[in-house]
Nanobody, 117 residues
Framework: QVQLVESGGGLVQPGGSLRLSCAAA????????MYWVRQAPGKGLEWVGN????????WYADSKKGRFTISRDNSKSTLVLQMNSLKSEDTAMYYC??????????WGQGTLVTVSS
């Protein structure tokens, strides 16, 4: 059974940093693209970025480039989202997703990031 468990969210001041993690289990983590998406209060899902199975290629939404970094540790089946220079508009629930044949097919329960002074 596929399991994705996000952690690392919390309250941070504008300009601060947070490191989110996603622990994966139940599938061969190193074989799949992985995604981060987020959902701000009252808004729809927003793609943050994704990473190739070997970690060598990453894609980001334009607004995240330079501030967010996605990485993975296949030996630990862990996906990471490093977020720097956080803004109030980054406040959201953050989810990690596993890719499937027709697109993402599994996601975790999310971790809440609140950026506020």
């Amino acid at each position: 059974q596929v399991q994705l468990v996000e952690s690392g969210g919390g309250l941070v001041q504008p300009g601060g940093s947070l490191r989110l993690s996603c622990a994966a289990a139940g599938f061969t983590f190193s074989s799949f693209w992985m995604y981060w998406v987020r959902q701000a209060p009252g808004k729809g899902l927003e793609w943050v970025g994704n990473v190739h199975p070997n970690g060598g290629v990453t894609w980001y939404a334009d607004s995240k480039k330079g501030r967010f970094t996605i990485s993975r540790d296949n030996s630990k089946s862990t996906l990471v989202l490093q977020m720097n220079s956080l803004k109030s508009e980054d406040t959201a629930m953050y989810y990690c997703l596993k890719d499937g044949v027709w697109g993402p097919d599994a996601w975790g329960q999310g971790t809440l990031v609140t950026v506020s002074s």
